[in-house]
């Protein structure tokens, strides 16, 4: 399958600070990719759409001013987490869609703890 | 909205038993793809049914597509310690792309 790659794998950050984390799709251009967040032994929820060139599109509840999505390049899309809270803390996982299979490809997440 | 019910959420068995995971919905997916995941990692493809009815084969694993697109399943046979981990479908509607995922079975085999 095809790789993506998220970095950092896991960073810890003060209350109040903000986190950027990135998300490449190394075998392929990636027009789509997504964001999830996912909580221990629980599924994947999804929290925005990542389209290049444009802006994202966020889920019913999640905060777009604090989830600030950029998708600069067919293989690159950030997410910085503004402001973090403790209860930001996550497991944040992306994606990048093939569009030709329909299918998703997972980087390897990242962990963020906010003290 | 498009909804995939997954069952069973934990399912915890000995070594050499045969399981299976049952993903249903009332609507139609395009493709249906399963995924495990374990600790600290990110979800990986096991395999993409298209075609309703469609049975696919992984080693001791079968992926079967409902004749209607709208429910899927996995069966393990001779389950071992190393297929412990999350398992989860994932449909592909007609949203753009978007992926309806399953709540998810956290599968554990004891040895």
């Known amino acids: 399958g095809a790789v993506v790659s998220q970095h950092p794998s896991w960073v810890i950050c003060k209350s109040g600070t903000s986190v950027k984390i990135e998300c490449r799709s190394l075998?392929?251009?990636?027009?789509?990719m997504f964001w999830y967040r996912q909580f221990p032994k629980q599924s994947l929820m999804l929290m925005a759409t990542?389209?290049?060139?444009?802006?994202?599109?966020?889920e019913q509840g999640v905060e777009k001013d604090k989830f600030l999505i950029n998708h600069a390049s067919l293989t690159l899309s950030t997410l910085t987490v503004t402001s973090a809270h403790p209860e930001d803390s996550s497991f944040y996982i992306c994606?990048?869609?093939?569009?030709?299979?329909?299918?998703?490809?997972f980087g390897p997440g990242t962990r963020l703890t906010v003290t | 909205t498009q909804l995939l019910e997954q069952s069973p959420q934990f399912l915890s068995i000995q070594e050499g038993e045969n399981l299976t995971v049952y993903c249903n919905s009332s609507?139609?997916?395009?493709?249906l793809q399963w995924y495990r995941q374990e600790p600290g990692e990110g979800p990986v493809l096991l395999v993409t049914?298209?075609?309703?009815?469609e049975v696919k084969k992984l080693k001791r694993l079968t992926f079967q597509f409902g004749d209607a697109r709208k429910d899927s399943s996995l069966h393990i046979t001779a389950a071992q310690p190393g297929d412990t981990g999350l398992y989860l479908c994932?449909?592909?509607?007609?949203?753009?792309?978007?992926?309806?995922f399953g709540q998810g079975t956290e599968l554990s085999v004891k040895p």
């Open positions: 994606s990048a869609l093939n569009w030709n299979s329909y299918e998703q490809y």
């Open positions: 075998d392929f251009q990636a027009t789509t």
């Open positions: 990542s389209n290049e060139g444009s802006k994202a599109t966020y």
């Open positions: 609507s139609v997916f395009s493709s």
């Open positions: 049914v298209v075609t309703g009815g």
């Open positions: 994932a449909g592909a509607g007609n949203q753009g792309g978007k992926l309806i």
